[in-house]
């Protein structure tokens, strides 16, 4: 039992390149790209040619506050580089990657926050993330369609491109809404997450000033039955052609 539980720990600390007390970002190497593009859809990746310094640590570890993140050295894996056309020269480079494609960051890679921005708008589309109890004040005014996710929630984090793609699409259109997440691993969600009875993830609501409408039942990644969802009880109606 304790070969097994060493095994484990082993094998957790070499699977990522560094690990922080909340973050991990996971170490991309030959062998493993692909399945990491395919568990953590959608994924961000920093290419480089030297070990990561602690100013590039603390810059990743932001980055996980809003999708999954993987770090990878061109020098001694080359093929994840090669198959995302990145050169050695070229690094360091950023990109998210998904299981359709690899969207490179096209800015100076120096601008932090201009990054941060990026990664923030190609992953989240028009989601609000709350952060403090403050927040929830947002939720007394206006329409809000609510996301209830948590830290251990897979299925919120592959369907958080599906989430971002409905915001996406609901800003195109006369809806006046707002797409939100709140995390009931936070304990300053704890109290609101029990008060609207939050016992699976991810759990979505409708809230009309301040008031859950209705609960939303179907499949996320379903975009149009969303907004469909969203037109029927906002009392949107459909031009038919």
């Not at 082993?10 to 699977?15: M, P, R």
């Not at 690094?91 to 932090?112: L, M, T, Y």
């Not at 704890?190 to 993830?201: G, L």
């Not at 409708?206 to 609960?215: H, M, R």
């Given at each position: 039992?304790?070969?097994?539980?060493?095994?484990?720990?082993?094998?957790?600390?070499?699977?990522?390149?560094?690990?922080?007390?909340?973050?991990?970002?996971?170490?991309?190497?030959?062998?493993?790209?692909?399945?990491?593009?395919?568990?953590?859809?959608?994924?961000?990746v920093?290419?480089?040619?030297?070990?990561?310094?602690?100013?590039?640590?603390?810059?990743?570890?932001?980055?996980?506050?809003?999708?999954?993140?993987?770090?990878?050295?061109c020098k001694?894996?080359?093929?994840?580089?090669?198959?995302?056309?990145?050169?050695?020269?070229s690094?360091?480079?950023?990109?998210?990657?998904?299981?359709?494609?690899?969207?490179?960051?096209?800015?100076?890679?120096?601008?932090?926050?201009?990054?941060?921005?990026w990664?923030?708008?190609?992953?989240?589309?028009?989601?609000?993330?709350?952060?403090?109890?403050?927040?929830?004040?947002?939720?007394?005014?206006?329409?809000?369609?609510?996301?209830?996710?948590?830290?251990?929630?897979?299925?919120?984090?592959?369907?958080?491109?599906?989430?971002?793609?409905?915001?996406?699409v609901?800003?195109?259109?006369?809806?006046?809404?707002t797409?939100?997440?709140?995390?009931?691993?936070?304990?300053?969600?704890?109290?609101?997450?029990?008060?609207?009875?939050?016992?699976?993830?991810?759990?979505?609501k409708?809230?009309?000033?301040?008031?859950?409408?209705?609960?939303y039942?179907?499949?996320?990644?379903?975009?149009?039955?969303?907004?469909?969802?969203?037109?029927?009880?906002?009392?949107?109606?459909?031009?038919?052609?």
């Open positions: 039992k304790n070969m097994k539980s060493c095994l484990f720990v082993f094998v957790i600390l070499f699977a990522c390149v560094y690990c922080g007390s909340d973050a991990i970002v996971y170490e991309m190497h030959d062998d493993n790209y692909e399945g990491l593009i395919a568990r953590h859809d959608p994924l961000v920093y290419y480089t040619t030297s070990e990561l310094s602690q100013e590039e640590k603390d810059f990743l570890e932001q980055l996980t506050s809003i999708t999954s993140v993987s770090a990878v050295n001694k894996n080359e093929y994840p580089c090669l198959d995302h056309r990145v050169s050695v020269k690094c360091p480079r950023i990109a998210i990657a998904d299981k359709k494609s690899v969207q490179q960051f096209k800015g100076e890679i120096s601008n932090r926050d201009e990054v941060i921005a990664v923030n708008h190609r992953v989240l589309g028009f989601v609000n993330r709350f952060t403090s109890r403050d927040d929830l004040k947002n939720l007394e005014s206006g329409n809000w369609f609510v996301r209830f996710t948590s830290d251990f929630c897979t299925s919120c984090k592959e369907t958080t491109v599906n989430w971002a793609t409905t915001s996406l609901a800003k195109g259109t006369s809806l006046d809404v797409l939100v997440d709140i995390n009931c691993s936070r304990e300053e969600f704890d109290d609101f997450c029990k008060e609207n009875n939050i016992k699976r993830h991810p759990n979505i409708l809230f009309v000033d301040g008031e859950v409408k209705e609960t039942s179907d499949d996320i990644r379903n975009i149009p039955n969303n907004i469909k969802f969203l037109e029927e009880n906002l009392g949107i109606v459909r031009d038919e052609l």
